[in-house]
């Protein structure tokens, strides 16, 4: 069975603090992903990486960065954090080859106040 | 135009009844289709994947897809009050290049009544 990581559950920060959510998965999948999901909003996609070191934005990126310095991992980092981003965050992984399906982690619940 | 749609619901269905969850897409050659549950504070976990036109069945679940229609359904017979949670669709859809990446609905709350 496929296993993504979350490193912390739930998460209490402060505005204006640099915030680190880790990522890691035990399959050697290619594709890493971050998603927040809001109620109401569904998922949103923040950034993906497609291999190590290469990252692309998604649809929501403003605020944010990330980081895959080795296949497993994949960080995603929060710059200066904000009420705003107060979320559940979500990562995921899939492997290469069309139509594959992603796989997620248990998730962050992340409070910034 | 939402490139996902699923109706929100609540839908609500008593025990031992068959739900019928429902999903259209937009992209007309997209090519890959998987059905998430994910319940109230945890994680969508992967429930089906289909691929080809037609039903695909595995337990108390059947995910039907018909590409000339853009839908895609998940029926779950014998419903049970641990089916009560959100269900997500989810299409892999043409224009994404590499990455796999795919376009969630927002979800259909399922309520299995006893």
């Known amino acids: 069975d496929v296993k993504v990581t979350q490193s912390s559950r739930y998460l209490v920060k402060r505005t204006g603090e640099k915030v680190f959510l880790e990522c890691v998965q035990d399959?050697?999948?290619?594709?890493m992903f971050w998603y927040r999901q809001d109620p109401g909003l569904g998922l949103r996609l923040i950034y993906f990486?497609?291999?190590?070191?290469?990252?692309e934005k998604g649809d929501i990126p403003e605020g944010y960065s990330v980081s895959r310095e080795k296949k497993e991992r994949f960080s995603l980092i929060l710059e200066s954090a904000s009420t705003n981003q107060t979320s559940m965050y979500l990562c995921?992984?899939?492997?290469?080859?069309?139509?594959?399906?992603?796989?997620f982690g248990d998730g962050t619940r992340l409070s910034i106040l | 135009q939402k490139e996902v749609e699923q109706n929100s619901g609540p839908l609500s269905v008593p025990e031992g009844a068959i739900a019928s969850l429902n999903c259209t897409y937009s992209?007309?050659?997209?090519?890959?289709f998987f059905w998430y549950r994910q319940y109230s504070g945890k994680s969508p976990e992967l429930i089906m994947s289909?691929?080809?036109?037609g039903d695909k069945e595995d337990g108390r679940f059947t995910a039907q897809l018909n590409k000339a229609s853009q839908y895609v359904s998940l029926l779950i017979r014998d419903s049970q009050p641990s089916d009560s949670a959100t269900y997500l669709c989810a299409v892999n859809p043409s224009s994404t290049g590499g990455g796999n990446k795919l376009t969630f609905g927002t979800g259909t709350q399922l309520k299995v009544e006893l």
């Open positions: 289909i691929y080809s036109n």
């Open positions: 995921a992984s899939s492997g290469s080859g069309g139509g594959q399906p992603q796989h």
């Open positions: 990486s497609y291999d190590v070191k290469m990252k």
């Open positions: 992209d007309r050659v997209s090519q890959s």
């Open positions: 399959m050697d999948h290619e594709n």
